[in-house]
């Protein structure tokens, strides 16, 4: 998949709370990764069809950079794009900006889900081909 030729998609938003601040009164880095995780899988799983009997990983988080706050009471969302289409695999990268003035809080860069089989928790092709 060209990576050029996909745009940010922004999907996802959440709203920053008094519980979601670490001891800056900031945004908890660990709630912004557990976040990106629950977003992307959702991504992920909706790109290869959001078949029920499909069950995914999450196997790698590449580059995370931040860079620069959201505060209590700010509106974020997240841009998701896919980055390669493997046989049993999906790589994707997401851009967390503030919803209301576009700056950038946090991209991650190639993180990988994986299509396993529920048991044995092996990799199994997701049958989704790219056209």
């Known amino acids: 998949m060209n990576e050029q030729s996909q745009e940010w998609v922004f999907y996802g938003r959440r709203l920053v709370q008094t519980g979601n601040l670490n001891h800056n009164n900031t945004l908890f880095g660990g709630t912004m ?3 990106i995780d629950e977003e992307l899988y959702i991504y992920a799983k909706c790109q290869l069809g959001n078949k029920d009997d499909m ?3 999450t196997a790698r988080f ?3 950079n931040f860079r620069s ?3 209590k009471g700010n509106i ?3 841009g998701m794009k896919t980055k390669n ?3 049993t695999s999906i790589t994707v990268d997401v851009l967390v900006r503030n919803k209301s003035t576009h700056c950038v809080i946090c ?3 190639d993180v990988t889900f994986v299509c396993v089989d529920p048991e ?3 990799p199994v092709p997701h049958g989704y081909f790219e056209e």
Request: proline share 4%; net charge negative.
């Open 62 to 64: 590449g580059e995370i």
């Open 85 to 87: 289409l493997g046989r």
């Open 69 to 71: 706050p959201a505060f």
């Open 33 to 35: 990764m557990s976040w």
């Open 120 to 122: 044995s928790m092996k």
């Open 76 to 78: 974020i969302e997240f």
């Open 55 to 57: 069950t995914m990983v």
């Open 107 to 109: 991209e991650v860069h």
